[in-house]
């Protein structure tokens, strides 16, 4: 398989790294066992249209949160994510260049921004690794620096949704 084939090159994570490191084997395993039981279909998951008022929501507060970025910052990634309990819709951006002093600036931005409009916010780590959290209560942004890129990523609330309806939200997007 060449490298632009695959599940491991639509990957925003393993894409790069196959991309860098063309020598090395990576396989994903996307699919589910044939021994794995059938995933049972929760009794109170939520309608295809509360999922979409979700997705809606997530990406409004990102929509929000965009011009705080730099200036070429492509789309985010937008995925439902399992999580213990259910799913969870998430927006995620690698921000790469953004880091150290420019990081910094980044995430005061963004913590003024959302406090601001009533989000609670938490910092930790120092001026070459910030670490930003906020919560509005229903939507959770956790922005963190390292040496060379920040990773940005904006989560709704983990719900029980049904495997059709996951399906219908990916075709739709």
Known sequence: ???????????????????????????????????????????????????????????????????????????????WRAADGGHAYLNEKALRGLAGPRAVVTLRALARSLQERGWEIGATGDEHRPHLMATNGWIDLDVRSGAAATQLLMAGPVVPVRADDLATLKAER
């Open 1 to 79: 398989m060449s490298v632009g084939e695959g599940p491991v090159a639509q990957d925003p994570f393993w894409g790069v790294v196959r991309r860098r490191r063309p020598d090395v084997d990576l396989v994903l395993l996307t699919g589910r066992s044939p021994l794995d039981p059938p995933p049972a279909e929760p009794d109170d998951a939520i309608t295809l249209d509360e999922a979409r008022k979700i997705e809606r929501g997530v990406d409004d507060a990102y929509a929000s949160i965009r011009h705080l970025l730099p200036p070429d910052t492509p789309s985010p990634t937008r995925l």
